[in-house]
């Protein structure tokens, strides 16, 4: 870091339209940035987002991966870390509901991926009808990661809180159980540890890892986390690489891409969303979420016969 | 606080009328019969009970509740803002009717303080016997948020009870000094309690004048703290985006509630206190009368505000409150609602409307229909807002689409009411639960003969 350069004046906006490297100082990979980043910029030097805004050059031999960091940081440096979020990020995820068939890969691979048990859901699959008269649909439902959240305004304790790349954290070594935060989201996206968890009745007594939530406790809240363990490692979430129907596309809102966890593919953002005619669940609610939702239109997958009967039922017990 | 219109009684007939007065009402705390025994030994019953659920609950965790991810909130929160409602009492009664100067609240408003001390404390203990994790309690003080309306909550009610415990102690100084003299075989540390409590009261002009201007200070701070205490406890509520919780009125909806319980809770105690403690003379029919009409005053108001809170809804019919109007009128939880409208608020107004039923036997049983009125508002409050939450409730057991509350959760629930009602019976049985000095006051006995 000791080769700070001057942008030349060139603006924030300018500078990652230009698709540049953006990242984390010094403690970023290569992973989904490189993968976004055009090859041919990458040299001796590269150049960096600052958690300050400042773009600066440092020179990719000094460059260290997240992992053996993690190994050299101590807990509460970790918790710090997880606490403050990646800097210069801010991810974003996109759900197409065409291509959804309640496969529940991602509800598997969350499940097993947080310790949780089979009645909890940091992602949930919902079987969606609007309307008497409109067409049913599958519709994924993760966290919002709301950038006007109802769920941190109210924690007491600062147990729930939102980090600077737009991640939605729990600390569940500070957690006092109240669940003002489940009473308050609207999305139903948080889940309470009623009693014993699978950690707890395994004996699993690994150091906590926030990005993570595990081990979990009894008491405590627990909630979706965009996978913040698997970003920090530049890894697509957990629900995302576990797809098999190409629903969703995960990636950074500054670095205007977002990458599918099925095919790999990279696309811009920007142009996903406009094409497609995005929106955003609830958007009455002025929660501004970062979960954007292509609609269920040109279905590759019409809704289950099966799950008819099912979901009639569901419904009219609603 | 002495009446103008009371003839001067010359220094014999001053010494036995405030004889009669100080015997008649410390004669209740001396003595420990058949009925007493038997009602400590329930409340010990019921303390014990809940210790056992509460080890229970602490040991294995909040899911021996009935509780689950679409019912966070169940029968502790509903206790704890019934709780906070009774707890307001004492502001109404010593605080807007005292500092306007109504006379007849003379013998009522230590019982309402009694009422609003006991209350208050338990509440901030149902908050925490609503806790995940108990332990971590002083967590709320260590990295306490301001923007959180929980520690808001918790700001108020722990001030509330500080400044209800100085309005209950502060009057009685006197009264104190007074048992003192007249209890000399008094257990030895009940003499001491006395001996501290009594502030070295001798009954100067200087004395008098202080204790005056401290309680008349403490009612006009109490107002703004009561109001925001309830206050608060309806944002806990309202300031989220659940439909039949995302109300503007939930403020003044739950103070105006909290009147009516309170009031109730108040006619409860006085009834019991003037039967067990033969207090007739002083909690008289007209007192009793008196106290009728502010609930039929007060339930106006609050009938007032449920008709803005469901009626403004039900018109419209917005999507989402629909589901949720639709419940409460007609569904499943139509006669819990029916039953807080009609035997909580309706009837008991319209009944303490005529005189006949403004006696304290019927009072009694038409208070004790608007205490369970009370708390099943409070219950319906809470819970089916929870139930259909703006997703459907999808892929979870088939338990989660209801809300029962379990055997531990119901001990819990009841050994809380248990242990404000035990602080009740206890603080009326150390203190005379009527000021001997204002009694004594208004029946014209002079300051010099009350002090003697």
């Given amino acids: 870091m000791s080769q700070k350069k001057d942008s030349k004046g060139t603006s924030r906006r300018d500078f990652l339209k230009s698709s540049f490297v953006a990242g984390a100082a010094a403690v970023t990979g290569g992973g989904l940035l490189s993968s976004f980043a055009p090859s041919e910029d990458l040299g001796q030097k590269v ?10 050059e440092v020179d990719e031999a000094k460059m260290v991966p997240v992992k053996e960091i993690a190994d050299q940081i101590g807990l509460s440096e970790m918790q710090k870390r997880s606490r403050e979020g990646i800097a210069g990020k801010h991810w974003v995820m996109v759900i197409d509901q065409s291509k959804c068939r309640n496969a529940r890969k991602c509800m598997e691979a969350c499940q097993t991926a947080h310790h949780l048990k089979p009645e909890q859901h940091h992602i949930n699959v919902l079987q969606m009808k609007d309307g008497e008269h409109t067409a049913p649909y599958y519709m994924p439902k993760p966290c919002m990661h709301c950038d006007n959240t109802p769920c941190t305004k109210v924690c007491p304790v600062d147990a729930t809180f939102k980090r600077q790349d737009g991640i939605v954290l729990i600390d569940n070594e500070r957690c006092i159980g109240c669940r003002f935060c489940v009473a308050a989201c609207p999305y139903s996206a ?93 958007p009455e609610l002025g929660t501004k979420p970062n979960v954007y939702y292509l609609p269920a239109k040109d279905r590759q997958f019409p809704f289950a016969e099966e ?6 039922k569901d419904h009219h017990d609603h | 606080m002495s009446d103008i219109n009371v003839k001067k009684l010359s220094k014999e007939e001053a010494k036995v009328r405030f004889d009669k007065i100080a015997d008649d009402l410390t004669k209740p705390m001396t003595k420990f019969g058949m009925g007493f025994q038997v009602w400590a030994f329930i409340l010990f019953l019921g303390l014990t009970l809940f210790g056992y659920a509460y080890f229970i609950q602490v040991k294995d965790g909040l899911g021996v509740t009935g509780m689950h991810d679409y019912t966070a909130w169940g029968a502790y929160i509903a206790n704890f803002v019934f709780f906070v409602a009774v707890a307001l009492v004492g502001m109404l009664i010593t605080a807007v009717l005292g500092l306007t100067g109504i006379k007849w609240i003379t013998p009522i408003s230590r019982i309402a303080e009694m009422v609003a001390v006991s209350f208050a404390m338990i509440a901030g203990l149902v908050i925490v016997f609503d806790m995940g994790r108990p332990d971590r309690v002083l967590n709320v003080f260590i990295h306490g948020r301001v923007q959180s309306p929980i520690v808001w909550d918790l700001t108020v009610v722990m001030t509330y009870t500080v400044i209800s415990t100085l309005l209950l102690i502060l009057p009685l100084i006197p009264d104190i000094a007074i048992i003192k003299k007249r209890l000399p075989n008094a257990p030895k540390w009940q003499m001491i309690l006395w001996n501290l409590l009594s502030f070295g009261w001798v009954g100067t002009p200087a004395q008098y004048k202080s204790i005056h201007k401290m309680v008349r200070v403490l009612a006009i701070l109490i107002v703004p703290v009561a109001l925001a205490i309830h206050t608060v406890t309806s944002w806990l509520f309202a300031s989220t985006l659940r439909h039949g919780w995302d109300s503007t009125i939930f403020g003044p ?31 008289t029919d007209y007192h009793f009368d008196k106290v009728a009409k502010l609930l039929v005053l007060v339930s106006l108001v609050y009938f007032y505000f449920n008709i803005n809170e469901f009626l403004v809804p039900a018109y ?16 499943e939880w139509a006669g819990w609602f029916w039953f807080a409208q009609f035997f909580g608020n309706i009837i008991p107004m319209i009944l303490l409307l005529f005189k006949k039923f403004r006696k304290p ?30 997703l459907p409730i999808q892929n979870v057991p088939e338990a989660f689409h209801v809300y029962h509350p379990t055997g531990p959760e119901i001990a819990i629930t009841l050994g809380t009411i248990g242990m404000a009602v035990t602080i009740v019976t206890i603080l009326a049985k150390v203190f005379p639960v009527i000021p001997i000095w204002e009694t004594a006051e208004e029946a014209g006995v002079d300051r010099e003969t009350i002090n003697e």
Avoid at chain 1, 260 to 271: A, I, K, L, P
Avoid at chain 1, 307 to 312: A, H, L, M, R, T
Wanted: glycine share 6%; proline share 3%; aromatic share 12%.
């Fill in chain 2, 316 to 331: 419209k019919m917005k999507a989402g409150d629909d589901h949720h109007i639709l419940t409460l009128f007609t569904g």
């Fill in chain 2, 361 to 390: 036997g019927w009072m009694f049983w038409i208070s004790i229909f608007v205490i369970l009125g009370a708390w099943a508002k409070r219950y319906i409050i809470v819970i089916p807002t929870q139930l259909h939450p703006h």
């Fill in chain 1, 47 to 56: 150049k960096v987002l600052t958690p300050e805004g400042k773009v600066v």
């Fill in chain 1, 307 to 312: 799950d008819k009967e099912k979901f009639n």
């Fill in chain 2, 253 to 283: 909806y739950f103070v105006t509630g909290a009147f009516v319980s309170g009031v109730a809770a108040v006619i409860i105690v006085m009834y019991v206190l003037r039967k067990q403690y033969k207090l007739a003379d002083y909690l």
């Fill in chain 1, 190 to 282: 948080r889940v309470f540890n009623w009693s014993e968890t699978l950690d707890e009745k395994n004996g699993f007594e690994e150091t906590y890892d926030m990005e993570l939530n595990v081990p979990q406790k009894k008491g405590t809240i627990t909630k979706c986390l965009f996978s913040a363990d698997r970003l920090r490692e530049d890894k697509l979430p957990y629900c995302v690489s576990a797809c098999p129907n190409g629903v969703y596309w995960f990636g950074d809102m500054n670095e205007d891409a977002v990458t599918n966890g099925t095919s790999g593919e990279t696309v811009r953002f920007s142009t996903l969303i406009e094409e497609n005619d995005a929106t955003t669940l609830m």
